[in-house]
């Protein structure tokens, strides 16, 4: 079975400071991974996905993420982060062709004005 | 995107009861129906899959008689806790997809058991 794992749980940065929140993933075949974000009080929504191709993905919002295989890591990037951006982030995997997604603990990330 | 409801959004309920909890896909058709439940501070754990008119497939250590999953239609499903206790207090989500398109996620529903 596949896990996730997402080290940081909480991250308090300033505005404009750059963000990268670390995701390991460990499945011994090909997986999907995916980027989400709840905003206070909103529902999940998706920030990017990667299916295969290009290893970087750009997402909404300025996010991107990059799939290092050898790592089995997709972290989560962006360059300046806005208070906006204060929010949950849960990295999720999927084996290849699947339908489950196993859900990293999620990553609490406060940006302070 | 497209949107999924879930409601209610919070309920309590007495110790021994049964709630239900609705998910909806509003524009498009929900092949498959995902409930998860989250603990504080944890992972959303996956319960079950359901696809519209079969059985829903449990997770392993997930209470079939306990978590009743409905998939009557393809734009609803619906979760009965029966006989809740305190222990069941939990966020459930939802999720909703089309074959071959992403997942979209319901709000989620706050069961506090009293």
Partial sequence: AQSVSQHNHHVILSEAASLELGCNYSYGGTVNLFWYVQYPGQ?????L???S???LVKGIKGFEAEFIKSKFSFNLRKPSVQWSDTAEYFCAVNP???????FGTGTRLTIIP | GAVVSQHPSRVICKSGT???IECRSLDFQATTMFWYRQFPKQSLMLMATSNEGSKATYE???EKDKFLINHASLTLSTLTVT???????SFYICSARETGTEAFFGQGTRLTVV
């Fill in chain 1, 43 to 47: 529902h999940l929504q998706l920030l």
């Fill in chain 1, 49 to 51: 996905k990667y299916f």
């Fill in chain 1, 53 to 55: 191709g290009d290893p």
């Fill in chain 1, 96 to 102: 290849f062709g699947g339908e489950k997604l196993t």
């Fill in chain 2, 18 to 20: 049964s709630v239900k």
């Fill in chain 2, 60 to 62: 392993q250590g997930v």
């Fill in chain 2, 83 to 89: 006989s809740a206790h305190p222990e069941d207090s």
